[in-house]
């Protein structure tokens, strides 16, 4: 049956149209139901296909037909499997999907999950069930009427033999359908009758219900405001962003300092600065919103505030930030000086919302005592183990339960009243401080996806055992390398090998050596299962105590790994080189290889270091080990940089996965040796592939710090009388070289402190910036990708791809003539591998608390930075960093002044005094000040 | 964007393999010695066939077989927003050529030396399809004015969106930017004698969504055949046999 549909369109340029589409009605759209007594058989072609049915089969569950707000509201319930026999209406999706696409995927992957019964009836295209829209009746209208015949089709498809219920919260809808004979029924009243009290907790609180919660209000009547500025309506809004008044841009909020966000508007061409929780007015992080700049001379005054605002907010221990992304940033406090009054930076407000971010958030209850009457409803307030979110308000019934439980809770609104947003529980992860528990909370919080993977994505793996098979050996593509003396250097228990060297001195005098990188794309193809999971996940996770891959075991830890005395399929990079490291020439090939030993870090040092051995493999490290230092010597004169960390390493009881012992990764000469043909291979591929595709190469850069970036390093070399030159990063890291201070670590700690300072390098495909910009400001050099890592990083399978397609072995994929996907997949690929880091920082955090838990100790620690009442340290020696407290807290000082120039914090006696880069001796402690929640304490002795 | 849901239905309610509704009817023009108009879905075209008869302009006259022309236009209602289409513009006059070509390649003009066919097709509504529909209507009109054939010319479109094959693309689903193959065959001789592709597609995949087109061509054919024998038998009563 063929309907035609009518309406009208504004199109961008703002005219409207008319749109006539076809709307075909089918007899082939069926229930669902297992056990429908019309069912198709040979002599009934008529009736309903069931082999596609999805629902329960027991006719005695009841089928639930959902109405839009429902599914809209409630979509966390809906996750819970005790919601089942759902049949989700191809109205409700098409309305959902309009209003909020979160929902709408998660709805989606709900349908297609196949243990849950989730059925999509299409009733849009049924011929029994499309509605056509009366005349002057709204869009809501029509659609509520098309649910409710649904629902009114399924009660009289299925008779007697099964109850149909529709859910709807919708008062109206709900009478009209009982007027018409249908049994239907609000979200609350249906959990109830399903007897199970915790569901209740899920179940979204309307607005207008809300009454219990002003009660609690009104105990406190001075709170009983309005808190917030009401947000702009949409449509003044868009008229403010048109006339410039407004900007737009997404919220960053500061990790550190949750009273403060940036917003980067395009139109200013700089970041908006909002301080304090009434101007970022109930805006969370990640949100898009419209910002009002405040008039000029109210750009200082805030600033101070907002100091005064961050002193409340305690300081947790943390692991000492890597790059200027990790760390808090600074704000300019040396601009209070009066000479500097020119604000630099504008600040502003937030008027209006435009999309929101809300999804679930991780963390636990804050602390609080049981309410007398236990079973009720209670109200407790959430905290995000993530600060950057505020506190959230829920309503339990659980209350005793969650207390102790890391909980996982979702956000539904946020009025002006109310100093915190409104959510509800979500599900529990489990025990605060169990490691299990903790370590999950870190994979959720940085959106790792650590489930195992799918069957499709296995199916494409090569069948086990595999070997290299003898039509590899003849592939003309593929070079036969076996003879070549080929070694692996990696640190101890290494099992994903993804690179192997060889060296081999030539007639002439001449090195041939070779970088061997697994090729993962001859496993990996684009467009399967497994390709897609891989670019999903962008990068291998490694936590203190597992390892999360971004391919299948397999081929991480067999097919792909450069094991010894074993044949293995590999892409190699080979270069001619005089004994001066001069590179002569250059090819690049696949090749099959076998490599003849797998050696540590430890082992290779040890073998160069003893002068007795002479066997081959120890000559050709050494001759390795000479070119990869004068290569370093040559890099360094560019201008790279020797930036230092504060890297970590765990020992770890093979039995119940504590932490036995922890130290600062110790880099030795082999380590730097490998690090150095890997950044000449990689030199060496970013070359070619540009020089091939200069609009879609995947490349890697690393953008020169700003001035303002570097000012706390400046700041603190000029506390104590060290002047840098930040001119160039051959200057910087020439007076980073001077800077020898009386004590060894000292040079160390102003590395470490510039490496904080710098912003992380990024991937980014060649077409979308200008080769100016392809610089790599830490390795000097002026090209670099990745392409050394395969097996755990997913930029190596692209530029592996690019590589072979330049050579001609492959034709280039298809992805790769679509730039704006490919700009997506950069960005995805940067986005992952940032969550990587910091949930495997947050991994080492979390095991130095369970290290420290039972060993209270005293050690040496470094002042980083000097606070009005206190100081943070820096502990070298487990590359930890917190605050330490002169004054108790909520004290403000007064016995105490801080220096800002010299950078020094003084007893007023004059008695005792701490400056910045000072050593003080510490205790270093874990207490539970309340109880369930563990936290490091740093005292002085 | 989703052009083809889960479910298995496309955005107007069709499966991927099925085509839009097909109407036809022949006998538009009564001045003309034949016309057709043809439906696909929402796109509607009417063609007259003028001939075979003398050739206008004596310099084109062939000796040996006729001479085919033909002339594609688009009503300027025939899109939503009423435009002004300047007469002979590149689109048309490409479609225009495709046409001839698709019809020169059935008519057996060796038959008729010296003389001229004038083919006219006129899109009335636009829906995507339009050349399909064009050929479709032609080819009825062609049998209406009783020019004979070698057999008659039907033909389809087909295109690959959301990794699926899906017959008879619609406006919307036409302008997806993804890849839209115009079949042309002559089902009785199993030839095709039209094959139009933008954009690119892998071979094997091209394969199949070519498939599909030939399919959709051949059920257009069977169609048409239904409708010409109606209108035979039409004719037969008129007659009063």
């Given amino acids: ?941 | 964007m989703e052009y083809v849901n889960p479910e298995g239905l496309r955005l107007d309610g069709r499966r991927p393999m099925e085509m839009r509704q097909l109407r036809a009817e022949i006998g538009v023009v009564s001045r003309a010695d034949g016309s057709a108009s043809f439906e696909m879905g929402n796109t509607k075209v009417i063609a007259a066939v003028y001939g075979p008869r003398e050739v206008q302009n004596r310099s084109q006259q062939m000796n040996d077989q006729a001479l085919v022309r033909c002339e594609y236009s688009m009503a300027n209602f025939s899109t939503g927003d009423r435009r002004r289409k300047t007469k002979g513009d590149r689109r048309s006059t490409e479609i225009s050529l495709v046409i001839r070509q698709t019809m020169e390649a059935c008519i057996l003009t060796n038959l008729m030396p010296r003389s001229q066919i004038d083919i006219y097709v006129q899109v009335l509504q636009a829906d995507g399809g339009t050349r399909s529909a064009c050929i479709n209507a032609a080819t009825l009109a062609l049998a209406d004015a009783g020019i004979p054939m070698r057999d008659l010319v039907t033909s389809c479109s087909a295109g690959y969106l959301n990794s699926t094959p899906l017959l008879d693309l619609n406006y919307l689903e036409d302008s997806a930017g993804g890849a839209d193959v115009t079949v042309g065959i002559l089902p009785k001789l199993d030839k095709v004698t039209l094959l139009q592709m933008d954009a690119k597609l892998p071979m094997d995949i091209f394969e199949n969504v070519m498939q599909l087109a030939v399919e959709g061509c051949k059920a257009v054919d069977s169609y048409i055949r239904e409708i010409l024998l109606e209108n035979t038998k039409t004719l037969e009563i008129h007659r009063g046999v």
Avoid at chain 1, 88 to 106: G, H, P, Q
Avoid at chain 1, 363 to 390: I, T, Y
Avoid at chain 1, 504 to 510: A, I, R, S, T
Avoid at chain 1, 521 to 537: I, K, M, Y
Wanted: net charge negative.
């Fill in chain 1, 1 to 941: 049956m063929l309907k035609s549909k009518a309406f009208s369109r504004q199109t961008r340029q703002g005219k409207v149209v008319k749109e006539v589409r076809e709307h075909y009605l089918r007899d082939d759209i069926y229930c669902g139901v297992p056990y429908c007594y019309n069912k198709k058989t040979e002599d009934n072609d008529k009736g309903c296909d069931i082999s596609s049915a999805r629902l329960s089969d027991s006719p005695s569950t009841t089928i639930l037909v959902l109405d839009t707000n429902v599914v809209l509201n409630q979509i966390d319930l809906l996750e819970n499997p005790a919601m089942d026999n759902v049949v989700v209406l191809s109205v409700v999706l098409s309305e959902v999907k309009n209003k909020n696409i979160a929902v709408y995927n998660r709805l989606r992957a709900l349908c297609s999950n196949s243990l849950r019964k989730f059925y999509v009836f299409s009733n849009e295209h049924h011929k029994d069930t499309y509605v056509t829209a009366m005349a002057g009746e709204s869009p809501n209208d029509r659609n509520d009427r098309a649910i409710r015949k649904a629902a009114k089709w399924y009660q009289d498809h299925l008779g007697d033999a099964a109850s149909v219920l529709l859910i709807t919260n919708d008062r109206e809808n709900k009478k009209k359908a009982i007027e018409e004979g249908i049994s239907a029924e609000t979200i609350e009243c249906y959990v109830k009758s399903l007897g199970q009290p915790e569901l209740l907790d899920l179940i979204v609180q309307p607005p207008s219900e809300d009454v219990i919660m002003d009660d609690v209000e009104d105990l406190r009547p001075s709170k009983r405001k309005v808190i917030y500025n009401e947000h702009k309506p949409m449509s003044e809004i868009t008229s403010g962003l048109l006339r410039g008044l407004l900007h737009q841009g997404k919220l960053r909020v500061n990790r550190f300092n949750p009273f403060e966000a940036y917003v980067g508007s395009e139109s200013i061409g700089d970041e908006i600065i909002i301080y304090g929780r009434a101007n970022i007015n109930r805006a969370f992080d990640g949100d898009i919103v419209a910002v009002e700049l405040l008039p000029q001379e109210q750009w200082h005054e805030e600033k101070s505030l907002a100091l005064a605002d961050e002193e409340d907010e305690e300081e947790d221990v943390h692991l000492a930030p890597n790059s200027a992304d990790d760390a808090p940033r600074v704000m300019n406090q040396g601009q209070t000086a009066p000479e500097e009054t020119k604000p630099s930076r504008p600040t502003g407000r937030v008027v209006g919302i435009i999309k929101r971010n809300w999804h679930s958030y991780c963390g636990s209850l804050e602390p609080m005592p049981m309410p007398a009457g236990d079973g009720g409803r209670a109200h407790a307030l959430f905290v995000s183990k993530d600060r950057r979110f505020p506190k959230i308000r829920i309503q339990t019934r659980q209350l005793g339960n969650l207390l102790d439980k890391r909980i996982i809770v979702a956000v539904d609104s946020w009025d002006r009243l109310s100093r915190f947003p409104t959510g509800h529980y979500v599900r529990t992860i489990g025990e605060i401080g169990d490691r299990d528990t903790e370590t999950e909370v870190v994979l959720i919080e940085n959106d790792i996806d650590a489930r195992p993977f799918s069957a499709q994505v296995l199916a494409c793996l090569p069948p086990l055992p595999w070997s290299v098979s003898s039509q590899d050996l003849t592939n003309p593509i593929r070079q036969d390398l076996r003879h070549l003396r080929v070694c692996s250097v990696d640190p101890p228990g290494c099992k994903d090998i993804d690179d192997a060297l060889h060296c081999m001195p030539l007639p002439n005098g001449n090195f041939e050596v070779g970088v061997h990188i697994a090729d993962v794309t001859n496993f990996v193809h684009p467009g399967t299962p497994l390709d897609d999971e891989a670019s999903q996940r962008g990068t291998s996770v490694y936590l203190v105590e597992r390892r999360i891959d971004m391919l299948p075991k397999p081929l991480t830890e067999d097919i792909c790994s450069l094991r010894s005395d074993v044949e293995r399929l590999a892409f190699s990079v080979i270069w001619e080189m005089t004994p001066d490291a001069e590179i002569i020439s250059t090819r690049y090939t696949k090749s099959v290889i076998k490599s003849c030993a797998a050696l540590s870090y430890v082992e290779a040092q040890a073998r160069m270091d003893d002068s007795r051995l002479v066997d081959p493999i120890t000559s050709d490290l050494r001759n390795l080990n000479k070119l990869a230092k004068i290569m370093r010597q040559r890099r360094i004169d560019r201008g790279a940089l020797t930036l230092a960390s504060a890297e970590v390493k765990f020992q770890i009881d093979t039995e119940t996965h504590d932490p036995l012992d922890i130290g600062m990764y110790q880099i030795r000469e082999a380590n730097q040796m490998i690090e150095e043909f890997m950044l000449a291979a990689n030199v060496a591929v970013a070359e070619q592939i540009l020089k091939h595709f200069p609009l879609c190469a995947l490349l890697r850069r690393h953008p020169s710090p700003t001035k303002e970036m570097l000012e706390p390093l400046l700041r603190t070399a000029e506390a104590v009388g060290l002047s840098l030159d930040v001119t160039s990063s051959k200057a910087l890291a020439d007076s980073l070289d001077r800077a020898k201070g009386d004590d060894p670590y000292f040079n160390k700690l102003i590395r470490i402190l510039a490496t904080r300072c710098m912003t992380q390098a990024v991937y980014f495909c060649s077409g979308d910036l200008s080769p100016p910009e392809y610089l790599h400001y830490g390795l000097a050099s002026l090209l670099y990708t990745h392409f050394t890592s395969p097996i755990r990083r997913y930029a190596d399978v692209i530029v592996h791809r690019l590589l072979a397609a330049s050579l001609g072995i492959y034709k280039l994929p298809g992805v790769f003539q679509d730039r704006p996907k490919l700009t997506s997949i950069s960005d995805n690929l940067n986005y992952r591998h940032r969550n990587a880091q910091m949930a495997s920082r947050a991994s080492v955090e979390l095991h130095t608390l369970i290290f420290f838990r039972k060993r209270p100790t005293d050690t040496e620690a470094r002042i980083v930075k000097i606070r009005s009442n206190g100081f943070i340290v820096f502990v070298p020696k487990y590359g930890i960093e917190g605050p330490v407290y002169l004054t108790p807290k909520g004290d403000k000082g007064g016995e105490w002044t801080v220096d800002e120039k010299q950078q020094k914090i003084r007893k007023l006696d004059g008695s005792v005094s701490y400056g910045v880069l000072g050593t003080v001796r510490i205790h270093m402690e874990v207490v539970e000040p309340q109880p369930n929640r563990p936290k490091l304490q740093l005292t002085l002795v």
